[in-house]
């Protein structure tokens, strides 16, 4: 939402409103959760592109918590608000940027009195995998300049956030494709990769999570959404529960 996000549109209340008018019977709210490193500010968060001003910085990771308060105070003010036309659930995306990011998640969950978290991963050794394609091969080369190393890192990071948080709904389980030269390759070609994967998914399986079918793949330039039919697949074997979710 434009409120509290630099690449969204409407308000928080519009969003509300027009979920009313479709007639939804619940309504999840999510937003990402603050970065608390200056190094963790996204280009658009630190370049005033509207100003042309490639030399002021706009926003710091307290600008971030606080907006995040914000959000987190207005879902629950329009929650109460439209309480007698549909249920709101309140929650928050992850991000694991480094092993202190789970202390992090933490923090809030503590905060706040969260419905539910979305589990997701957002970099590889600290550096973002779904902004840029430059970023995404920094962070191939960072890894040891092979897909199938990236690839493994991500898995297993997630895993950390998975064990550690158990996060109700495991957000894009495989958005480490965006910017990768084949964005439909065949995860089983890697044996290291493809047990990181069906560990992963029975670790989510084990404590009870939800797997999210994410439709922004499509406009992203993927063929499927997230996950692939692979991944799908092994959901498909195992009767693991989904949610939906359109960015």
């Not at 990181?196 to 992203?220: C, D, M, P, Q, W």
Request: a negative charge; glycine letters at 4%.
């Amino acid at each position: 939402m434009i409120e509290f996000c630099t690449h969204a549109v409407d308000s928080l209340e519009d969003v509300i409103l027009e979920a009313i008018r479709q007639k939804f019977n619940t309504f999840a709210l999510t937003e990402h959760m603050p970065r608390d490193q200056p190094s963790d500010l996204y280009p658009e968060e630190v370049y005033n592109a509207l100003n042309m001003d490639l030399y002021k910085i706009h926003l710091t990771p307290q600008n971030l918590h606080t907006t995040f308060d914000k959000y987190y105070h207005k879902a629950v003010a329009l929650r109460a608000k439209y309480q007698g036309q549909i249920r709101i659930l309140i929650g928050f995306e992850t991000e694991y940027i480094r092993a202190e990011s789970i202390q992090c998640v933490q923090a809030l969950l503590q905060k706040y009195s969260f419905d539910y978290c979305v589990g997701s991963i957002h970099h590889v050794l600290g550096i973002p995998i779904d902004y840029s394609s430059e970023l995404w091969c920094e962070a191939r080369q960072a890894c040891g300049g092979t897909d199938e190393l990236l690839y493994a890192q991500y898995f297993e990071e997630q895993y950390e956030l998975l064990v550690q948080i158990k996060p109700l709904v495991i957000g894009h389980f495989d958005v480490i494709r965006l910017w990768a030269p084949d964005k439909m390759a065949k995860l089983r070609q890697w044996p290291s990769v493809w047990a990181k994967v069906t560990r992963n998914i029975n670790t989510v399986i084990h404590y009870g999570g939800l797997f999210e079918l994410n439709s922004a793949a499509y406009r992203k330039g993927f063929e499927e959404a997230y996950p692939t039919s692979e991944i799908a697949m092994v959901h498909h074997q195992f009767s693991c529960p989904y949610c939906s979710r359109k960015l």
